[in-house]
């Protein structure tokens, strides 16, 4: 069955530390589609990257970096220099367009970042 | 460009009794997507709506219930009421599906409804 692990349940470090967010999926399907989103306190949850599963290539974006690994299940999620405004929860994601629906996210249990000034 | 509404933002209701949220997607935005968000369950998918046709479920008991209008608003609805149902509510729109690699899921959030069941 489709799962996604955040195994870090809370992590917390001071400015300017590198921090990475880990995920773990499982899917049976060869088509699959992997997201990170933030959810700040206000409650929205806000898109940060979408990878489908025939594009391993990493990214990056500012401070943020994504390494996807499909060897390993894994699509973990990197934070240079972290800042205080980057303190929020983070889930990853992942959809299965033809079997779950293209809308259907199956979140994980999400990482909650606390960056001490 | 307005953002996804949902309203209310907070309600608090009994048992056993029903409750009616409401949702206004970014404009042009077709598909509406319901999630529900608890401590112990986590982010849920309840169900999703596309031109005014439920297009997916997800695992919940028929007291939870849907629906869109035909300018694409929703409005989700659940009724008899139980402790459990209390948890934050979350509405998401995405642009219309055109092809196997759009629409993959890149959904825009509202701030949701947080419902409190006593």
């Known amino acids: 069955a489709q799962k996604v692990t955040q195994a870090q349940t809370e992590i917390s470090v001071v400015e300017k530390e590198d921090v990475t967010l880990d995920c773990v999926y499982e899917?049976?399907?060869?088509?699959?589609?992997l997201f990170w989103y933030k959810q700040p306190p206000s409650g929205e949850l806000v898109f940060l990257i979408r990878?489908?599963?025939?594009?391993?290539q990493n990214e990056i974006s500012g401070r943020y970096s994504w390494n996807f690994q499909k060897s390993t299940s894994s699509f973990n999620f990197t934070i240079t220099a972290s800042q205080v405004v980057d303190s929020a929860v983070y889930f990853c994601?992942?959809?299965?367009?033809?079997?779950?629906?293209?809308?259907?996210?199956?979140f994980g249990a999400g990482t909650r970042l606390a960056v001490h000034p | 460009k307005a953002g996804v509404t949902q309203t209310p933002r907070y309600l608090i209701k009994t048992r056993g009794q029903q409750v009616t949220l409401s949702c206004s997607p970014i404009?042009?935005?077709?598909?509406v997507s319901w999630y529900q968000q608890t401590p112990g369950q986590g982010l849920q998918f309840l169900f999703e709506?596309?031109?005014?046709?439920?297009?997916n479920k997800g695992n919940f008991p028929g007291r939870f219930s849907g629906r869109q209008f035909s300018n694409s608003r929703s409005e989700m609805n659940v009724s008899t009421l139980e402790l459990g149902d209390s948890a934050l509510y979350l509405c998401?729109?995405?642009?219309?599906?055109?092809?196997?690699?759009?629409?993959?899921?890149?959904?825009?959030f509202g701030e949701g409804s947080r419902l409190t069941v006593l």
């Open positions: 998401a729109s995405s642009v219309p599906l055109a092809g196997a690699s759009s629409n993959t899921g890149e959904l825009f």
């Open positions: 899917t049976r399907d060869t088509t699959y589609y």
């Open positions: 990878r489908n599963s025939f594009d391993e």
């Open positions: 994601a992942l959809s299965e367009p033809f079997s779950g629906g293209y809308n259907k996210l199956i």
């Open positions: 404009s042009g935005h077709r598909s």
């Open positions: 709506y596309f031109s005014e046709t439920q297009r």
